[in-house]
């Protein structure tokens, strides 16, 4: 069997083949370059996803502040992570950058806030 991705790691935006032996890939083909090849690795095998959102800023002239995953989740675990972060808050003054929560559902991945709560 043989499934077709197009890569977003780059504008080129190849479009990538993987042959299928049962759940085994044993084949890419139309990549451009060796980060191609790992894009559609985990696209078929454990798709990653960053995670934007907002959580709520205690006492501030705004109600919330963006945040996102500093790397990319699986996406298999992006409404986990939600239910998580629907119950975190920060107080004014959290700057951007800041590490809202620390490995997420034990991942590598921290959620940050991309600007400061005012």
Do not use: W
């Amino acid at each position: 069997m043989k499934k077709r991705i197009i890569c977003t790691v780059c504008p080129q935006g190849c479009e990538i083949t993987a042959t299928f032996e049962g759940d085994k890939i044993v084949e890419f083909t139309g990549y451009g370059c060796p980060r191609g090849v790992e894009f559609a690795r985990t696209e078929f095998t454990n798709p990653l996803r960053i995670l934007s959102t907002s959580v709520k800023v205690e006492g501030g002239c705004y109600p919330l502040v963006s945040v996102r995953s500093d790397r990319g989740i699986p996406r298999s675990d992006l409404m986990d992570c939600m239910d998580i972060i629907r119950q975190v808050s920060v107080k004014v003054g959290t700057k951007r950058g800041s590490v809202v929560i620390e490995h997420i559902l034990g991942s590598e991945a921290n959620v940050i806030t991309t600007a400061d709560a005012k």
